[in-house]
């Protein structure tokens, strides 16, 4: 299949009326695999809601996140539209979240301790071709919404500390960090941000 993205295989299994419909999806292609359920039902007001139970998705490059517990959408009138925490959670540690009031309070996003070494799989490699090793975590903050005919948010990244090294083992840092700390408000024609940063023993930014 070609829609921009190369799958090797697509399926799509649907049971139900239309508006009750109960779905279920996989794809499977080089740049890795995905899969997911959920359910919508129309209720007599004429209203959508529904639920996704199940979403695990496995690129070929990088870490599998896989959906803690169901979350649950609905329709709340017009176009209003609201969505439960749904959060994923990472084979190699953290959880990424998201929920909305779109458009009264907007989408929200938020990262836990999300490692570094989610980044890892995506640098460029040492000359022995060897990986780079990355320790450290990093808090994520976010959330964007409407205003007037255009959208508004905020974006605030921070991490205690953090290092780069050659190896799990190695005791020496190539380069380290600590009090790292991003915040940005943003709107659709301009970016106000400002960022404190410390290297250690190399000095600070901010």
């Known amino acids: 299949l070609q829609a921009g993205v190369a799958l090797d295989t697509l399926t799509l299994r649907g049971s139900g009326a239309v508006e009750d419909l109960r779905l279920e999806a996989a794809a499977n292609g080089g740049i890795g695999r995905a899969s997911l359920s959920g359910s919508a039902r129309r209720g007599g007001n004429g209203l959508w809601r529904g639920s996704l139970d199940a979403l695990e998705a496995a690129p070929s490059l990088g870490a599998t996140?896989?959906?803690?517990?169901?979350?649950?959408f609905a329709q709340a009138g017009g176009a209003r539209w609201t969505l439960s925490p749904a959060c994923l959670a990472s084979d190699v540690g953290g959880r990424l979240c998201a929920s909305a009031d779109w458009p009264r309070q907007g989408l929200s996003v938020e990262g836990e301790q999300l490692p570094l070494a989610l980044a890892g799989p995506y640098l460029p490699k040492r000359e022995n071709g060897?990986?780079?090793?990355?320790?450290?975590?990093?808090?994520?903050?976010?959330?964007?919404?409407?205003?007037g005919n255009a959208w508004q948010g905020h974006l605030r990244v921070s991490s205690a500390n953090g290092a780069l090294r050659t190896s799990a083992r190695s005791r020496r840092d190539v380069l380290a960090y600590s009090g790292l700390a991003l915040d940005a408000s943003f709107d659709a024609g301009s970016i106000d941000a400002s960022l404190g940063l410390d290297f250690t023993g190399e000095g600070r930014i901010d």
């Open 130 to 147: 060897r990986p780079w090793f990355l320790d450290g975590g990093i808090d994520v903050d976010g959330q964007l919404r409407p205003a």
């Open 65 to 72: 996140w896989q959906l803690q517990s169901p979350a649950s």
